[in-house]
C-alpha cells in the first residue's frame, strides 16, 4: 500500500515539475545563456585589456629609446600619441614624458604641459604634486618668487609626497629674489622635518650658511 502512495506523490512531484518547466522554463534557458555570454564577454574584455596593456607598454618602451637617442621631437610625439590612446596607467605616464621631452627646446610649452597635469584631479594627488614639482623645476630660474609661491606652497604639507622638493625649491626661489627671511623659513622647515632626505638637507645647510655669512637673514 505504501509503495502505491508513493508512486502517486512522485507522478504528482513530476506533473509539477512539468508545469513549472513549461511556465518558465524558456526564462531558465534564457537565463543561462545571458550567464554564459555574460562570462564570454568579460573574459574577452580581459583579453582586451591585457593585449592593449601590452601594446602600450611596447609603444611606450619604444618611445623611451627615442628620448634616450636625443630625439626629442619623435619621442615627445610618440608619448603624445600613448597620453592619448594608451591604457590609462601608462597616458598618466606618457604625459610626464611628454612634458619632458619639450623641456630642451620649449621650457614655456613644458611647463604648460606640468601645468594641466598638476590640475587634472584624474591622475590622482601624489601624480599632480609631481607634475607641479616638475613645473617649479623649470620655473624656478625665470619666474620670480611671488609667483612661484602659490604654486608650490600647497604642497610643502607634511602630508605631501613631493613635500621636501617643493620646500627647497621655494627656499632656492626666495633667495635668488633676496627674500632671506622666506629663504631661512623653508630652510629651517627643511632642516627641522626628520624625514628630509640627506641631499635636500645638505643643499639647506649650505644655503643657511649663505645667508649667516653674508650677515642676512
Known amino acids: 500500500m505504501a509503495d502505491i502512495f508513493q508512486e502517486v506523490d512522485e507522478e504528482v512531484r513530476r506533473e509539477q515539475l512539468k508545469k513549472l518547466w513549461?511556465?518558465?522554463?524558456?526564462?531558465?534557458?534564457?537565463?543561462?545563456?545571458?550567464?554564459?555570454?555574460?562570462?564570454?564577454?568579460?573574459?574577452?574584455?580581459?583579453?582586451?585589456?591585457?593585449?592593449?596593456?601590452?601594446?602600450?607598454?611596447?609603444?611606450?618602451?619604444?618611445?623611451?629609446?627615442?628620448?634616450?637617442?636625443?630625439?626629442?621631437?619623435?619621442?615627445?610625439?610618440?608619448?603624445?600619441?600613448?597620453?592619448?590612446?594608451?591604457?590609462?596607467?601608462?597616458?598618466?605616464?606618457?604625459?610626464l614624458r611628454e612634458a619632458a621631452e619639450l623641456a630642451p627646446t620649449d621650457k614655456a610649452a613644458a611647463i604648460n604641459a606640468y601645468d594641466a597635469l598638476a590640475a587634472d584631479k584624474s591622475v590622482g594627488q601624489p601624480m599632480q604634486d609631481l607634475a607641479a614639482v616638475r613645473a617649479g623645476y623649470l620655473a624656478v630660474d625665470t619666474v620670480p618668487y611671488s609667483q612661484l609661491l602659490p604654486r608650490l606652497e600647497p604642497l610643502t604639507g607634511s602630508d605631501r609626497t613631493f613635500r621636501h622638493s617643493a620646500r627647497e625649491l621655494l627656499a632656492l626661489s626666495a633667495w635668488k629674489a633676496g627674500d632671506t627671511t622666506a629663504a631661512r623659513k623653508w630652510t629651517d622647515m627643511i632642516m627641522a622635518d626628520p624625514a628630509t632626505p640627506s641631499g635636500t638637507r645638505s643643499r639647506a645647510e649650505v644655503l643657511s650658511e649663505l645667508i649667516a655669512a653674508n650677515g642676512k637673514g
Open 22 to 95: 513549461d511556465r518558465f522554463g524558456n526564462l531558465l534557458i534564457a537565463a543561462c545563456v545571458l550567464i554564459v555570454a555574460g562570462v564570454a564577454s568579460w573574459q574577452g574584455y580581459n583579453y582586451w585589456q591585457a593585449k592593449k596593456a601590452g601594446e602600450t607598454g611596447a609603444a611606450f618602451e619604444q618611445a623611451a629609446v627615442l628620448a634616450e637617442a636625443g630625439k626629442h621631437k619623435e619621442a615627445e610625439a610618440a608619448f603624445a600619441r600613448i597620453a592619448t590612446d594608451g591604457t590609462a596607467g601608462y597616458r598618466v605616464l606618457a604625459r
